[in-house]
């Protein structure tokens, strides 16, 4: 039976239920040569994020999925806490994002020895937690790739083939997703399992017409990938809104992922500075789409179908 890795162990994916793709709990942005546990108290966090998680569980969420990547502040035993605390089904990432926030030993490496630092992560456990991740999280630079970058994607895409994990990329610009998926194919790895995270900001650099940005979506679309539109509840919600019935208009709901890209204890800044709730998307987009005639099993496959195939391994 195929399961998802959260950070407290296997779940078999049918009880995965309703999930939230793309949250963050802390991220820390200072840097690659200077983040580490001694940057932030654990029961500070704690205290100050447990609340915001309570609150979507509270909504019927039963699975957050955590993109903070190593070397931004991704924590696994502050996210197993929270989810003892919390009951939340909580999932975990391996891979890396990209500079500042990358050490300096990322640039030495050919794809294939990142790659097995990755898969060992999955295999025996992050560092000496336990912990194993549940999904791949890198991070492009909008196009074209700088070599890092190029090595890695194709890391993310040789990770995969070892362990059947998905690769979640921050993306945000369609010619680097192009590149990206380039890589990935190169390597072998099937589209089918890549996500373009922050896809609802292609296009809307240019123009802030949804029509327009919708043919960058398209082409996406027809390499087999998954759009993950996370950025809800940062704007006005009408740029999401319409390019989420666009694609259930065209039938594509199948490729198509909701978030919010929300939280996070902000280490280094006093008690965590600002946190973006992470509650919007069931309590106003949701509601907004039911207006617009989205049945319930749409909405069903959007937020417990869809991201329980996404992070299913066999």
């Known amino acids: 039976?195929?399961?998802?890795?959260?950070?407290?162990?296997?779940?078999?994916?049918?009880?995965?239920?309703?999930?939230?793709?793309?949250?963050?709990?802390?991220?820390?942005?200072?840097?690659?040569?200077?983040?580490?546990?001694?940057?932030?108290?654990?029961?500070?966090?704690?205290?100050?994020?447990?609340?915001?998680?309570?609150?979507?569980?509270?909504?019927?969420?039963?699975?957050?999925?955590?993109?903070t990547p190593n070397y931004l502040g991704r924590d696994?035993?502050?996210?197993?806490?929270?989810?003892?605390?919390?009951?939340?089904?909580?999932?975990?990432?391996?891979?890396?994002?990209?500079?500042?926030?990358?050490?300096?030993?990322?640039?030495?490496?050919?794809?294939?020895?990142?790659?097995?630092?990755?898969?060992?992560?999955?295999e025996q456990g992050i560092d000496e937690t336990g912990v194993r991740p549940g999904f791949i999280k890198i991070a492009v630079n909008p196009g074209p790739l700088l070599p890092i970058?190029?090595?890695?994607?194709?890391?993310?895409?040789?990770t995969h083939l070892a362990t059947g994990l998905s690769v979640m990329c921050h993306t945000g610009h369609a010619a680097a997703a192009h590149e990206s998926?380039?890589?990935?194919?190169?390597?072998?790895?099937?589209?089918?399992?890549?996500?373009?995270?922050?896809?609802?900001?292609?296009?809307?650099?240019?123009?802030?017409?949804?029509?327009?940005?919708?043919?960058?979506?398209?082409?996406?679309?027809?390499?087999?990938?998954w759009l993950e539109y996370d950025g809800i509840g940062w704007g006005p919600f009408e740029w999401q809104e319409s390019l989420v019935l666009e694609m259930l208009e065209r039938g594509l709901e199948g490729q198509l992922l909701l978030s919010q890209d929300a939280g996070w204890y902000h280490v280094g800044e006093p008690g965590g500075g600002t946190v973006q709730p992470m509650t919007r998307l069931l309590d106003e987009f949701v509601p907004r789409l039911r207006a617009a005639g989205v049945t319930e099993a749409i909405l069903n496959k959007l937020l417990i179908d869809n991201p329980r195939t996404v992070l299913a391994v066999n």
Not at 149 to 158: E, H, P, W
Not at 185 to 194: K, L, S, T
């Open 149 to 158: 970058q190029q090595t890695v994607v194709r890391a993310a895409a040789i």
């Open 181 to 225: 998926l380039d890589l990935i194919e190169a390597e072998g790895m099937d589209p089918r399992r890549y996500l373009v995270a922050h896809a609802d900001q292609v296009g809307a650099e240019d123009d802030a017409d949804p029509s327009t940005a919708w043919a960058a979506h398209d082409a996406l679309l027809r390499r087999g990938v």
């Open 76 to 122: 696994p035993v502050l996210l197993q806490r929270l989810g003892r605390a919390t009951g939340l089904h909580i999932v975990t990432n391996t891979g890396l994002y990209k500079e500042p926030y990358l050490p300096a030993w990322a640039f030495e490496l050919e794809p294939a020895a990142l790659a097995e630092r990755w898969i060992a992560e999955w």
């Open 1 to 67: 039976m195929a399961q998802v890795q959260t950070v407290l162990g296997p779940i078999d994916a049918v009880d995965l239920g309703l999930t939230l793709i793309h949250e963050h709990v802390m991220v820390d942005f200072v840097g690659a040569d200077q983040t580490g546990p001694h940057r932030w108290d654990q029961d500070e966090v704690v205290r100050t994020m447990q609340p915001h998680l309570n609150a979507i569980a509270a909504q019927g969420v039963t699975c957050l999925v955590e993109c």
